[in-house]
């Protein structure tokens, strides 16, 4: 049994690294917070406006993903989650679901690097901004503050980012 969660703000390479580990290693159960979609502002306004940065959405959304991964993990399979999730949230639903062994990992690129592959790569520039930017330094500050491990993606092809987190979910595993 492993988990390995990746968090991380868009464009720092973890929906690719997680698509790219999918296809290579089907055995490994890939799991991606954004299948569940974003709703509309009203939809997400129901669920509260407590838990900022990230808000009542994000954690109940957390909560819930936790909650199917759990039985994955009891039955001896290996999970690798990713998604824009606070460390807090991330840190709560481990507990919550009694989960003890789990590898948390911000997936992190520099500002140019993040706008780049926004803009370029997934055709999405309304996303480079200043609070995708801010965003991404958050989530890299809690990772950071809860002595979690930071993957900078900046320099490294798709190839080498897969490699490192193959090497992580291979540790965890042992």
Known sequence: MALVIMTGGSGSGK?????????????INVCCFDSI????????ATFGTGHQPGGAWQRAMTFKWFERIAPTLVAGNTVLFEGQMRIAFIREALTVFAIEKARVLCVECDDYTRARRLTHDRSKPELANESMMGWSRYLHQEAVEAGYEILDTTDLSLAES???????????SE
């Open 15 to 27: 929906t690719a690294i997680a698509k790219a580990i999918e296809v290579d290693r089907p055995s």
């Open 37 to 44: 979609g974003v709703p509309s502002a009203e939809v997400m």
């Open 162 to 172: 897969v490699r490192a987190v193959h090497s992580i979910l291979k540790a965890c």
